[in-house]
Nanobody, 115 residues
Framework: QVQLVESGGGLVQAGGSLRLSCAASRSIDNMYVMAWYRQAPGKQRELVARFTIGGSTSYADSVKGRFTISRDNAKNTVYLQMNSLKPEDTALYYC?????????WGQGTQVTVSS
């Protein structure tokens, strides 16, 4: 069982930055995937950025060069640094983990970018 707790969302002006955190209830060393997803009103949930267990990262085209996913294994925490935010980044951001073939999700943290 894995609990994920997101934090760091908020209201920011376009061009600003936020850093999201996802704290896991257990070691993230062996998580096959740790990822951030987002869901805007009326839209499907989409992958934003992720780590795989081999250490590789991938990003949605819409956030490449602006967002960076990172991890602190000692703190069991994954981060999403978001720079140059745009109004279209407004969404509920979810942390996701794939562990022992099961998917785990956090409750989400709201990011709102004003123009």
């Amino acid at each position: 069982q894995v609990q994920l707790v997101e934090s760091g969302g908020g209201l920011v002006q376009a061009g600003g930055s936020l850093r999201l955190s996802c704290a896991a209830s257990r070691s993230i060393d062996n998580m096959y995937v740790m990822a951030w997803y987002r869901q805007a009103p009326g839209k499907q949930r989409e992958l934003v950025a992720r780590f795989t267990i081999g250490g590789s990262t991938s990003y949605a085209d819409s956030v490449k060069g602006r967002f960076t996913i990172s991890r602190d294994n000692a703190k069991n925490t994954v981060y999403l640094q978001m720079n140059s935010l745009k109004p279209e980044d407004t969404a509920l951001y979810y942390c996701h983990a794939l562990f022992n073939s099961r998917d785990y999700w956090g409750q989400g943290t709201q990011v709102t970018v004003s123009s």
